[in-house]
Nanobody, 116 residues
Framework: QVQLVESGGGLVQAGGSLILSCAASGRTISRYIMAWFRQAPGKEREFVAAINWSTSYADSVKGRFTISRDNAKNTVDLQMDNLKPEDTDIYYC????????????WGQGTRVTVSS
């Protein structure tokens, strides 16, 4: 089973940038689809971006966020540029085996706060 640990969250001003990192252990991520989700208190968890052989993004982050993976290092990064106050959330790294519908592995989350 894969274990995931996120890092890189923090406080940033609107228009700034952050890089979130997800370090995997226990198994190689090469056969997993990796993703980032985010969730604010009292709201449902929201898809942000995913990467397998290609990438996909939520419309709200398209053109501002970039997801990347390094299978050799077992890591997945989320480069976040031009951050907005509405990007304030707890960000979670997630994984699912390729060909399965549900993300079954989750990290503990890292908090991102964007001030206006």
């Amino acid at each position: 089973q894969v274990q995931l640990v996120e890092s890189g969250g923090g406080l940033v001003q609107a228009g700034g940038s952050l890089i979130l990192s997800c370090a995997a252990s226990g198994r190689t991520i090469s056969r997993y689809i990796m993703a980032w989700f985010r969730q604010a208190p009292g709201k449902e968890r929201e898809f942000v971006a995913a990467i397998n052989w290609s990438t996909s993004y939520a419309d709200s982050v398209k053109g501002r966020f970039t997801i990347s993976r390094d299978n050799a290092k077992n890591t997945v990064d989320l480069q976040m540029d031009n951050l907005k106050p509405e990007d304030t959330d707890i960000y979670y790294c997630a994984a699912k085996p390729a060909g399965t519908p549900v993300y079954t592995v989750w990290g503990q989350g890292t908090r991102v706060t964007v001030s206006s």
